[in-house]
């Protein structure tokens, strides 16, 4: 209940007011039931823009550390994100990671929509990195309809370390600024009925992520990077470039 208040009256009003997002492929979300959703992950505002888009409740896993702050504004933090529809979510590996796909699967047992970002966390250029197989892993164990969301824009809008929306932005030769308006692209319901029962194949697994990044490479538009999306940042971090590890063949890259 209180998702849906803050959303309708709330959130989605000056959402819409203010930026503006363009929506497509809202017929693609099923009216009922449950689906997986996996989208590209550009800024912190997607887990805000695409819960807006979609007329359904999404519920998305979250850091913990969203709802484990001290004091008041932790507090006001950790309603914030479960009002949103968001859950708390151990992203520290091995036995966390498991919990996280429970988590995932029981959401999805209850008919829900379950969002999810493949790539683990946001991509630290703008570019489509490489997914990680526990996507796959859920969406084969739940048989359920994996629709794939393309992220447009929104790294424009909030660019990684930026906190406060640039809604507008400059551009060389241009007299008016012009504004950055995100987009949310739904593409058609991607379908793997037909791996039941081999969640535990590596080869599995790792086929199915690698389609449905190619879905959403094709949705957004994005250049593909080979490479998860955390060693980029740690390689960035370092003053180090993605790309020149790419070329070297560095073999712990992806």
């Known amino acids: 209940m209180l998702y849906l208040l803050i959303r309708q009256f709330i959130v989605a009003p000056f959402v819409k007011l203010f930026f503006r997002p363009k ?12 689906a997986l959703l ?11 823009f695409l819960p807006v888009a979609v007329p359904r409740q999404i519920v998305f896993p979250a850091k913990s550390e969203y709802f484990t702050g001290p004091g008041l504004k932790g507090k006001l933090t950790a309603t914030f994100f479960r009002s949103i529809g968001q859950i708390p979510i151990d992203r520290s590996g091995g036995r966390a990671s498991l919990a996280a ?73 241009k007299l008016f600024p012009r504004m950055n308006r995100p987009g949310v692209a739904i593409g058609e319901p991607l379908d793997f009925s037909r791996y039941e029962g081999m969640e535990r194949d590596r080869f599995v697994l790792r086929s199915v992520t690698d389609e449905i990044m190619y879905a959403l490479m094709d ?36």
């Not at 996996?38 to 805000?48: C, K, M, R, T």
């Open 23 to 34: 929506v497509t492929g809202l017929e693609h979300i099923p009216t009922s039931g449950p």
């Open 38 to 48: 996996v989208s590209n992950h550009l800024a912190f505002a997607d887990s805000i």
């Open 101 to 173: 796909l429970n988590t995932g699967l029981d959401i999805l047992k209850k008919g829900e929509l379950f969002g999810i970002y493949p790539e683990g966390t946001r991509s630290p250029d703008g570019r489509l990195y490489k997914g990680k197989t526990g996507v796959a892993r859920m969406a084969i164990v739940a048989g359920v309809p994996v629709i794939p969301v393309a992220m447009i824009d929104t790294h424009k809008l909030q660019p990684p370390g930026s906190v406060l929306p640039k809604v507008w932005r400059r551009e060389p030769g």
């Open 219 to 254: 949705l957004s538009g994005q250049e593909y990077v080979d490479m998860y999306a955390d060693k980029a940042k740690e390689l960035i971090k370092a003053g180090e470039s993605v790309d020149d590890h790419l070329r070297l063949g560095d073999t712990k890259a992806s």
